[in-house]
Nanobody, 110 residues
Framework: VQLQASGGGSVQAGGSLRLSCESS????????INWYRQSPGNSREFVGL???????HYAEFAKGRFTISRGSARNMVYLQMNNLIPEDTAVYYC?????WGRGTLVTVSS
């Protein structure tokens, strides 16, 4: 079982990025998926989730700016991030069914 987050990069404040989480060995349509992030010197924090029933829930800082959605493939979930701010700079991880994916770095410059 593997989870892999990708799509990170460097953007200026106000920009957008779409992160992807791809699984092998997990059906993300039945397991649901969580996104977390960790910035330097800080603990990992919850960003949002999409449940097996497609319910979504977001941390306060993500509401109105971030959107989690599913891809047409059973093993893909996306995190669309808009209006990024420097405080969003972090390594972003996906998590499902007790499995952590390898993170992807997002850097937002002012």
């Amino acid at each position: 079982v593997q989870l892999q987050a990708s799509g990170g990069g460097s953007v200026q404040a106000g920009g957008s990025l779409r992160l992807s989480c791809e699984s092998s060995g997990l059906d993300l349509r039945t397991d649901g998926i969580n996104w977390y992030r960790q910035s330097p010197g800080n603990s990992r924090e919850f960003v949002g989730l999409i449940s097996a029933r497609d319910d979504t829930h977001y941390a306060e800082f993500a509401k109105g700016r971030f959107t989690i959605s599913r891809g047409s493939a059973r093993n893909m979930v996306y995190l669309q991030m808009n209006n990024l701010i420097p405080e969003d700079t972090a390594v972003y991880y996906c998590y499902s069914n007790k499995h952590w994916g390898r993170g992807t770095l997002v850097t937002v410059s002012s």
